[in-house]
């Protein structure tokens, strides 16, 4: 793992020096877009530069609580793309690695999605986040019925999206979906689901977009677009949104 990382850090100063770059790319904030930097005011905006994207605690409400699913995600990008995930899932001293190309591991294992193919035998992974606005909690309660009616042998939320991820790439759930969440929380998950042979799509069934906030993860296209046709979409304001203005 240390290998990955370093060679990826190597990449990311070759590519900084190519481009005539004097900027120290594990230093300078414009590489980063971490939940914790943002927080302090730092801007979350995606570029073609090397870029780490870091969540240092994903399911802090889990950690609270004890509850027994915790995560670090790092996902390192280049072009806007991912390149690197990272999803350390604390408890369960799970180590999820995959490189664009070079397949998804656990602890070294290689990772491959399910292969149930009909979305009734198969369990579904999402989370109810944190947004309490009456519209935004019908639309989860619509597509959460919508699901459990077509029906599916299960629904299940780990509390922690990178988590949830690991689980579609490991083949325990096929498919997660969840809209509010952020890119620190799913650019590491959402290159282990690609790499162990699964997709990645907007909830809407369009183009996967890291900065939309909303994701659809899955074994297999089939039975990505049957919740596709059952989930009420909404938007959340992009993690790339402009401040709002003060008045
Ligand atoms: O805030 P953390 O615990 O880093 O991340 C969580 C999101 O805030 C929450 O909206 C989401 O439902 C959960 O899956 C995610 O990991
Ligand atoms: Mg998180
Ligand atoms: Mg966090």
């Keep these: 793992m240390a290998d990955i990382l370093q060679n990826v850090m190597d990449h990311a100063v070759a590519v900084a020096r190519k481009a005539g770059e004097v900027r120290h790319p594990y230093k300078d904030p414009r590489w980063f877009i971490g939940e914790e930097s943002v927080a302090a005011g730092e801007p979350s905006i995606l570029t073609d530069d090397p870029t780490w994207i870091i969540d240092p605690i994903d399911g802090t409400t889990n950690f609270v609580h004890a509850f027994p699913f915790v995560a670090i995600s790092i996902g390192f990008t280049i072009n806007k793309r991912v390149e690197v995930g990272v999803v350390y899932s604390c408890l369960e001293d799970k180590m999820f690695t995959a490189r664009r190309g070079g397949g998804a591991f656990c602890n070294g294992e290689p990772l491959q999605v399910s292969d149930q193919t009909d979305v009734h035998r198969s369990i579904i992974a999402t989370e109810f986040g944190s947004n309490r606005d009456p519209e935004v909690v019908d639309k989860i309660f619509s597509s959460l019925r919508n699901i459990l009616s077509l029906p599916v042998h299960g629904v299940r939320g780990a509390g922690t999206a990178a988590v949830n991820l690991s689980l579609v790439a490991s083949g325990c759930v096929e498919a997660y979906y969840e809209m509010g969440m952020h890119v620190w929380d799913i650019a590491a998950g959402s290159l282990l689901v690609l790499e162990a042979g ?48 003060c008045d």
């Design 198 to 245: 699964g997709i990645v799509m907007d909830v809407d069934g369009g183009d996967a977009d890291l900065m939309s906030r909303r994701i659809l993860a899955a074994n297999n296209r089939s039975v990505a677009l049957r919740l596709v046709e059952q989930i009420a979409p909404y938007r959340p304001d992009r993690d790339d949104a402009p401040p709002a203005a």
